[in-house]
């Protein structure tokens, strides 16, 4: 995979998912572009919320002797699927790899649920994953592709009090299955990950000691077990792999 070119969307703490991705991939000498957006981080109440933290980032994954970038965007812009793929081509030339890392959660009830905090869910998870696939499949040139999509196990348990992150997630494991078909002729792969419940800055002691019980492996999931895996998806071994939704949960169960 040396020198490929990944984009990695919501790669903006240093606890979460996204940047253990980025880290696992520029290990394997893929070029690195993120997007991060701080003030989402902060108004999620994440302890690790920090605005300055992308260039130190942006820094540390140099050292892994990859070229990186990285710009400020929040999907919800409709025009931020071209913005995006354009910055791309324009500091590190044609992606081959596209990890949809970012994600909207509110947690809400159907009691709580309004138009609003659905369409607030519906422009990231749904429309900004599918139009920022579509653009990258649109423009893409050569072969062995790779799309990456993160789902949360909607389509193996029910998660009550979580309505509009359950529908919009969902949404995105039937996206996955559809638009692998549609794109194997150009030779991209498009799967999905389930890393399951995963201490990325946001869990407390107490959900912690609630959530372990399930695993029976005796400990909660880290983002780094969720980037191996993505890291192997993007890498040529895993040509084959198309239109899956991987639980790679640690055996979680509820």
């Not at 820094?59 to 400020?72: F, I, P, Q, R, S």
């Not at 009830?109 to 653009?135: C, F, P, Q, W």
């Not at 993007?234 to 639980?247: K, N, V």
């Amino acid at each position: 995979m040396n020198k490929r070119i990944a984009i990695v969307t919501g790669a903006s703490r240093p606890k979460g998912i996204g940047a253990a991705i980025c880290r696992a991939l520029a290990e394997k000498g893929v070029n690195i572009f993120f997007t991060h957006l701080a003030s989402y981080d902060y108004s999620t109440g994440y302890d690790d919320a920090n605005e300055n933290w992308a260039e130190e980032f942006r820094e540390e994954l140099k050292t892994y002797d990859v070229e990186v970038a990285c710009m400020v965007v929040d999907l919800k812009n409709k025009n931020a699927p071209k913005t995006i793929l354009t910055e791309v081509e324009r500091t590190l030339g044609k992606p081959t790899i596209l990890v949809n890392n970012a994600t909207h959660c509110v947690e809400v009830g159907y009691k709580e649920i309004t138009a609003e905090i659905l369409d607030d869910h519906y422009a990231v998870n749904v429309r900004g994953t599918t139009m920022l696939s579509v653009e990258f499949a649109k423009r893409f040139k050569g072969t062995s592709g790779r799309i990456i999509n993160l789902v949360s196990g909607q389509d193996k348990s029910p998660e009550a009090g979580n309505i509009a992150y359950v529908s919009t997630k969902g949404a995105v494991s039937a996206f996955t299955r559809t638009l692998a078909v549609e794109v194997a002729s150009q030779e991209i792969t498009v799967n999905a990950i389930d890393p399951g419940p995963t201490d990325s800055g946001g869990m407390d002691k107490e959900t912690q000691d609630f959530l372990r019980p399930k695993f029976p492996t005796g400990r909660i999931g880290k983002p780094e077990d969720a980037a191996r895996l993505i890291a192997f998806l993007a890498s040529d071994e895993a040509r084959w792999i198309t239109g899956q939704i991987i639980h790679s949960d640690g055996g979680f169960f509820d």
